[in-house]
């Protein structure tokens, strides 16, 4: 995968100390940084996926007519959770 840069950003002198004293014996500060704002562009990115996938139930169901009672919906849902906290 080839990189590429993250534009500069200003901050206070106090952070910029900082930061240069996190890295551990393996990593650098592009990486700190890299760790860090990775998850944050995750985080904003998880909205706009929800409301797409919303909009795609919706134009199914305005397509189809086909919808499924808010009970067995809930079921599922919890299937799921139950599920997952088994593997956990």
Do not use: N
Not at 2 to 20: D, N
């Amino acid at each position: 995968m080839k990189s590429c840069i993250l534009p500069t950003a200003r901050v206070e002198p106090e952070l910029h100390a900082g930061l240069e004293a996190v890295p551990g014996a393996d990593e650098t500060i592009s990486t700190v940084v890299a760790d860090t704002v990775r998850p944050a562009v995750d985080f904003r990115r998880a909205p706009t996926e929800f409301y797409a996938r919303g909009e795609a139930a919706w134009q199914e169901y305005l397509r189809t007519g086909v919808s499924h009672p808010v009970d067995e919906v809930l079921d599922r849902m919890q299937a799921r959770i139950d599920a997952r906290r088994r593997q956990l």
